[in-house]
DNA sequence: TTCACTGCAAATGCTTTGCAGCGCC
DNA sequence: GGCGCTGCAAAGCATTTGCAGTGAA
């Protein structure tokens, strides 16, 4: 199953959730709330320490739950960092778009490429691949972390 | 760190592998042969087993130790997998370039894009980000299994 | 002979699960 | 009230690491 920043792939599967109800807790408010407030993408230990600080304290296990059925319903965007971490977002952009991530620091930009999307598609078609999807992610040093590594404390 | 199949970035520490001697061992060969005899990824798990079940046994311990550093060198190619386990390959394609997988056999096509390097470049480059290196893969079903999926069987 | 490479086993760290109690609908 | 949701603690797993013995150069 592909992962990460995935685009559609015409008609995969249905689209319906279609799933049991969705009771609202005051951890599931938790955790959505802690995304809202983020800009960059988090892992879920991440994000459960983030709640504990916060007081706002969520069973560490209840956030993969949470993380992973809100990754299952679309509400969050899903991909994993170097190390094969999952880790989320709320997404401000709606739409199809890719990520320029610090390795350092975490910081996100979302960008869109509309070259690369008929790219894929155009590589895909020439060999004969059908419901395609794919990811693009770029790892880099952001401004300030590359800052950090000139001025030798990194 | 980023993963996948990472392209230079500029000028990132030291291109030249450098590093200390590199003994041939029996080990270091099998794991190397079992690679020459496959065509697709698998996970450091999977070849392990396959080592075993060929009699060819290399402790699992080694056999991570081996396959990550082929791919430190270069020799392998490295990508991760929708559970986020790093999945290894030997290279037909010698330099830097991307997949096209097909997500239910996992068939792999190699393509190069250089128009997709110098966008990630010249992206990362708006933002102010450096020492970047980027992953891009695309997803599908490949032609066998786009006809497995029309004919109902899959 | 030397020092990288191995194997083994213990240790990590992320993620999942079983189970009993709690609280949203 | 019923049943999904939580917490907690106990697994489960892939991957890493310490250490002493082995073997390639």
Redesign the pocket.
């Known amino acids: 199953m592909p992962h990460g920043t995935t685009n559609d792939g015409s008609a995969i599967t249905e689209l319906a959730p279609a799933g049991?109800?969705?009771?609202?807790?005051?951890?599931?408010r938790a955790v959505s709330a802690a995304l809202d407030s983020l800009d960059d993408f988090v892992?879920?230990?991440e994000l459960y320490r983030l709640l504990q600080n916060q007081g706002t304290?969520?069973?560490?296990?209840?956030a993969?739950?949470?993380l992973?059925s809100m990754a299952d319903d679309g509400q969050v965007d899903v991909l994993r960092n170097g190390d094969?971490?999952?880790v989320y977002r709320r997404c401000a952009v709606t739409g199809h778009h890719h990520h320029l991530l610090c390795r350092n620091c975490g910081k996100a930009v979302e960008v869109e490429a509309p070259a690369v999307e008929t790219w894929a598609s155009r590589i895909a078609a020439e060999h004969g691949y059908t419901e395609v999807a794919h990811t693009v992610e770029i790892f880099g040093l952001c401004p300030e972390c590359s800052a950090l590594r000139a001025a030798g404390n990194l």
């Open positions: 049991k109800e969705q009771r609202v807790t005051k951890q599931r892992s879920t230990q304290s969520v069973s560490l296990a209840t993969y739950r949470i992973q094969g971490e999952a």
